[in-house]
């Protein structure tokens, strides 16, 4: 297959699977994340968009499938970024987030790190970015 330019900008949304769509905004709000879009659609179904302040990629805390079945928690690929990770770790902590013990400190070049749950039991990591 020929390589060719993509027509693709950017990456603005990632989904993730979420039973209780009330409680993970709230759960994400609670980080500093707006909610950007709650819009209902067919069925009984919402939309919802979640973003940090300055950001411009979102998550869309997705209604479960239609057929009713189970969401598993997964580890989703999700990385944001902090100017501060130990400040970002013991504000995760107070807050009661479900939240790696420690920041995980490998060293060069690889950036401290941490991972949390959110009320799903989705993961996602937090990476300092100087």
């Known amino acids: 297959m020929p390589v060719t330019a993509t027509r693709i900008q950017q990456i603005s949304l990632v989904c993730v699977p ?5 409680r993970a905004i709230e759960f994400y709000e609670a ?3 707006e909610k950007r879009a709650d819009t209902p659609f067919g069925g009984g179904y919402r939309w919802v968009e979640v973003y940090p302040p300055e950001g411009t990629t979102g ?18 690929g999700i990385t944001l970024t902090t100017a501060d990770i130990d400040a970002t770790h013991a504000q995760f902590k107070a807050l009661g987030v479900d939240v790696d013990a420690e920041v995980s400190r490998m060293g060069d070049p690889v950036p401290p790190m941490f991972w949390f749950r ?12 100087s």
């Open 31 to 33: 980080l500093g994340f």
């Open 118 to 129: 959110d009320p799903t039991g989705h993961t996602l990591m937090v990476v300092e970015q």
């Open 59 to 76: 998550i869309a805390l997705a209604p479960p499938p239609p057929d009713g079945g189970d969401v598993t928690p997964t580890q989703t």
């Open 18 to 22: 979420t039973p209780d769509q009330d």
